[in-house]
């Protein structure tokens, strides 16, 4: 049973910084991406920043500069350094993870229950 635990969510100020950390438990093969998506009320869930297993990453414009990802493959987490944030970084965020579960070829993609980001003026 494959399980994706969230830590690290709540209120900041601007300007201010949250960090956010997600592990995977459970059996399994092996990850090949993690990464955090966000999701505002009424909006579609939009991909924040992920990393590979080798720790090539990828960020959306709105985060760059500001948000670094990070992997420590052998504790299984992926964790969201969210430093100079601002309002529009209010929102709900959501670890994915691909994980080979089935077989060591088969990856599927499994999502955390969400942890909120609250981001005051």
């Known amino acids: 049973q494959v399980e994706l635990v969230e830590s690290g969510g709540g209120s900041a100020q601007a300007g201010g910084s949250l960090r956010l950390s997600c592990t995977v438990s459970g059996s399994f093969f092996s990850i090949q991406y993690m990464g955090w998506y966000r999701q505002g009320p009424g909006d579609q869930r939009v991909l924040v920043a992920h990393?590979?297993?080798?720790?090539?990453?990828n960020y959306d414009d709105s985060v760059k500069g500001r948000f670094t990802i990070s992997r420590d493959n052998a504790k299984n987490t992926v964790s969201l350094q969210m430093d100079s944030l601002k309002p529009e970084d209010t929102s709900v965020y959501y670890c994915?993870?691909?994980?080979?579960?089935?077989?060591?070829?088969?990856?599927?993609?499994?999502w955390g229950p969400g942890t909120q980001v609250t981001v005051s003026s």
């Open positions: 990393a590979s297993r080798s720790g090539r990453t």
């Open positions: 994915n993870a691909d994980i080979a579960i089935q077989s060591a070829t088969h990856y599927v993609s499994k």
